[in-house]
């Protein structure tokens, strides 16, 4: 049994915390609402997910150092722009060496850090065990009715990577692991944009042949930008990148194809983010990845039209219209490359 604290209340840190407290692990959820906290404590999270019963030994608590002082592995669970501000409240009372997981997907604008470097450049090395990405196709409201779910632990520290595959594994949830770090962080966070694409393109009554055009192209996007960021090629054919953008692009569950899916079908970016509610990554990522394919000189057509649509009041239309207009290229050339 390890004492685990998890931060961030809402659909995936619950659903994280459902599976670690069935694993009988002493944990804690930590949330910035006291409210929460107690609707969490009579084993209900309504808001994020709607018919779960969590189980008894599901505890929750507003107070963040008590979640803190509790755990020797602390899981981040609240959204990428939150990370900074989260790690720096903690850090104010930490005084021992933590392992560190964060499950979000996203890159941070203008720095254009992953969360990985983000979590090392708040919290003092001292404190630091190692940190782990755990990440693949996994929507937190199939995870709470034990639906077959698998994801990957990625550390170049191979014995922390087996100890959090150790702590999440269960017959519903299995986890392999991973040292590829970077591919693992890119791919989660990157496959935001395509889902977000697909919805766009969902919304505007395009069919089946458009959405596997972006899907597959969209890795092809991924992966070259990853590979010229240092990541293994072959990650992106695994859960966290092919995985994943099968999962975020196809169900139902993703919040990034739906906020797509209203914007293909006209609604503007403030309402679809009012109507949302919950976080949609691939906005803020979309800036980033678009700012990074400038830093590392890498084409990224859907990424560009995707900007264009949501920060240069491009309509979709033309976005799509100039997609299909590029010039003329050989696809195994570009595969290729990625070798
Ligand atoms: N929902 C899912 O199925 C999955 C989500 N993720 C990732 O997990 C991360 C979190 O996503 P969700 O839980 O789905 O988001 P959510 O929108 O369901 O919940 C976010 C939670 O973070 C809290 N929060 C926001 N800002 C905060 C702050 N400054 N301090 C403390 N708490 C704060 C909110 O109150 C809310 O409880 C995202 O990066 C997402 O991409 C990853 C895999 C699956
Ligand atoms: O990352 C996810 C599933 O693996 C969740 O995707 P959304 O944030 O689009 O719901």
């Avoid at 189980?55 to 981040?76: C, F, M, Q, R, W």
């Amino acid at each position: 049994m390890e004492k685990v604290s998890v931060f961030g209340a809402g659909s995936w840190g619950t659903a994280l915390s459902y599976v670690l407290a069935q694993n009988n692990h002493d944990l804690l959820l930590w949330t910035h609402r006291q409210e929460q906290a107690d609707e969490i404590n009579q084993n209900t999270n309504k808001r994020y997910l709607k018919d779960t019963q969590l189980p008894e030994n599901l505890k929750a608590t507003s107070d963040l150092s008590e979640a803190v002082e509790h755990g020797d592995i602390y899981v981040l669970a609240v959204p990428t722009k939150a990370i900074r501000e989260v790690c720096q409240d903690i850090k104010k009372s930490l005084n021992r060496k933590i392992l560190f997981v964060h499950v979000s997907k996203g890159i941070e604008p203008d720095s254009l850090k992953r969360i990985s470097e983000m979590i090392r450049e708040e919290i003092p090395e001292q404190w630091i065990e190692d940190v782990v990405v755990l990440s693949g196709p996994s929507h937190a409201e199939e995870v709470v009715q034990e639906h077959p779910t698998t994801v990957t632990a990625a550390c170049e520290n191979t014995a922390a990577a087996n100890r959090i595959q150790d702590l999440f594994m269960n017959h519903y949830f299995r986890v392999y692991t991973n040292t590829d770090v970077i591919g693992v962080e890119i791919g989660g966070a990157l496959k935001n944009i395509i889902a977000l694409a697909v919805g766009i393109t969902d919304g505007l009554g395009y069919g089946d042949n458009a959405k596997a055009a972006i899907m597959t192209r969209g890795l092809a996007e991924i992966a070259r930008l990853g590979v010229k960021m240092g990541a293994t090629p072959l990650t992106f054919s695994g859960l966290t990148g092919v995985g994943d953008l099968i999962v975020t692009c196809t169900s139902v569950h993703s919040r990034n194809w739906r906020a797509g899916n209203m914007l293909g079908k006209g609604k503007s970016l403030d309402e679809v983010l009012e109507e949302m509610g919950m976080v949609v990554e691939g906005i803020r990522t979309t800036k980033a990845a678009y700012q990074l394919s400038k830093a590392y000189d890498v084409p990224m057509p859907i990424t560009s039209a995707l900007y264009a649509v949501l920060f240069d009041n491009v309509s979709t239309d033309d976005a799509v219209e100039k997609l299909m207009g590029r010039m003329k290229k050989n696809e195994m050339e570009d595969l290729i490359n990625l070798l």
